[in-house]
């Protein structure tokens, strides 16, 4: 039987590295705490690294990491045939030796439970410690695509944004069934053979709140936020607009993960006419195609929002390129009380709020927004005049309600409703 020796780990090694890193999770899929770029990265640059070798072969390698007087053990990996015969023992002895040198006198190891190395840690007098909990949190975006990200005018938004949205709590539960929860919790739904949705539509009247349905989703997954704006898109082209949604397409692609947000997708993905000189038509082709590679890649969601439902075409519809059509409606007198206490603040408790809720009835959230903010201004104004300490009353809200034309219409209405029978996939 051939013998193994110790030696320093090489540049030449890392293919070989790599293979056994693989071939040591394969068996059980075992989760690693520490990704194989980053054991890579620490023994190309000088981090203890210690292989073992039989004749040219590899068959192990330990790598740990120093940061002052205390060190990780960031990979014990070893070939299957050379197990259980003091391989991994040596390695880590050679690891301690090396690491005292550089005065650690601290030496932990996270490793998922089962893996190769812990009866090696055992056997060199290393202890699990019970009670310990193991907390990461993975940033999404990685320096090069801070810088892509902000070519394409996208941002990371504030966390929480989901949590702070009040009212409409009807179409808050279905967006979270639907769109949150299978990205969310990946491993159950696989369990249960769910598919993570990958392209959604938002539909609904204007100022429903369904731009800020998207960046609350973004915010609870946190992922980066790119919105496309069509017009934009047709500005900034020498190409035309098909050209620049491509190239755009194109750079998403190098995002780790990303929210594609597309408000008003009907100005790009309107209903054809069948004509050859349908100005629409090489735009809608474009988008249709892109969008089957979109879904392609993990960690990517596409969300279009549109007014008008029934004005995208037929194709763009279809079950393979989007998975849920979702309505998101008017508020009903409940989501309105909680809207109208959003933007109230401290003045919720010192006016008639249902009266508030009664008179809104036609409002959108936007429609809530602009009013309360009208009603407080109305109140600033007089105490710029007065000085009298007055602070907004019931009437002076009531007369923003007045004074604001409400978005929905009685026919509006009938066709959100008409269009949620026709077009809805929830």
Known sequence: MPTWRLRDFHDDDLDSAIQIWDQDRAPQDLPAVFPVSEVMSVARTGGPAVVAVVGDDMVGMAVAQAQGERAWITLVALSETWRNRGVGSALIAELERRLRVRGVRRISALLAPGATGTAALDNCGYRSRDGLVFYEKVEHLGASDAGLLAELGGRVLAPGLWDA?????????????????????????????????????LFGPPGTGKTSFAK???????????????????????????????????????????????????????????????????????????????????????????????????????????????????????????????????????????????????????????????????????????????????????????????????????????????????
Not at 172 to 197: D, F, H, M, N, W
Not at 358 to 366: D, G, K, W
Request: aromatic share 6%; glycine share 8%.
């Open 165 to 201: 949205l009040a009212g409409m709590e009807r179409e808050k539960a279905s967006i979270e069934r639907r769109i949150v929860l299978p990205l969310v919790e990946r491993s159950l739904a696989e369990q249960y053979g769910v598919t993570p949705p990958k392209a959604v539509i």
């Open 216 to 426: 609350a989703v973004a915010s609870r997954l946190e992922w980066p936020f790119v919105e496309i704006f069509p017009s934009r898109l047709a500005a900034g082209s020498s190409g035309g607009l098909a050209t620049s949604l491509r190239d755009t397409f194109a750079d998403l692609a190098e995002l780790q993960s990303v929210l594609l947000f597309i408000d008003e997708v009907e100005e790009i993905a309107g209903a054809r006419s069948g004509l050859a000189i349908d100005p629409g038509h090489g735009v809608t082709n474009e988008l249709l195609k892109l969008i089957p590679g979109f879904r392609d890649h993990d960690d990517r969601l596409l969300i279009c929002a549109t007014n008008s439902v029934r004005s995208l075409d037929l194709a763009f519809l279809r079950p393979g390129r989007f998975d849920y059509v979702i309505p998101v409606g008017p508020p009903d007198p409940a989501a309105r009380a909680a809207i109208w206490q959003r933007y109230l603040g401290s003045a919720a408790g010192r006016v008639d709020l249902q009266r508030l809720v009664a008179a809104s009835e036609m409002f959108t959230p936007a429609d809530i927004e602009f009013a309360a903010r009208k009603g407080a201004h109305t109140a600033f104004e007089r105490e710029v005049v007065d000085r009298a300490g007055e602070p907004a009353s019931t009437g002076d809200y009531l007369k923003a309600v007045a004074d604001t034309r409400p978005t929905l219409t009685d026919q509006a209405l009938t066709e959100f409703h008409e269009d949620i029978e026709r077009h809805g996939r929830v």
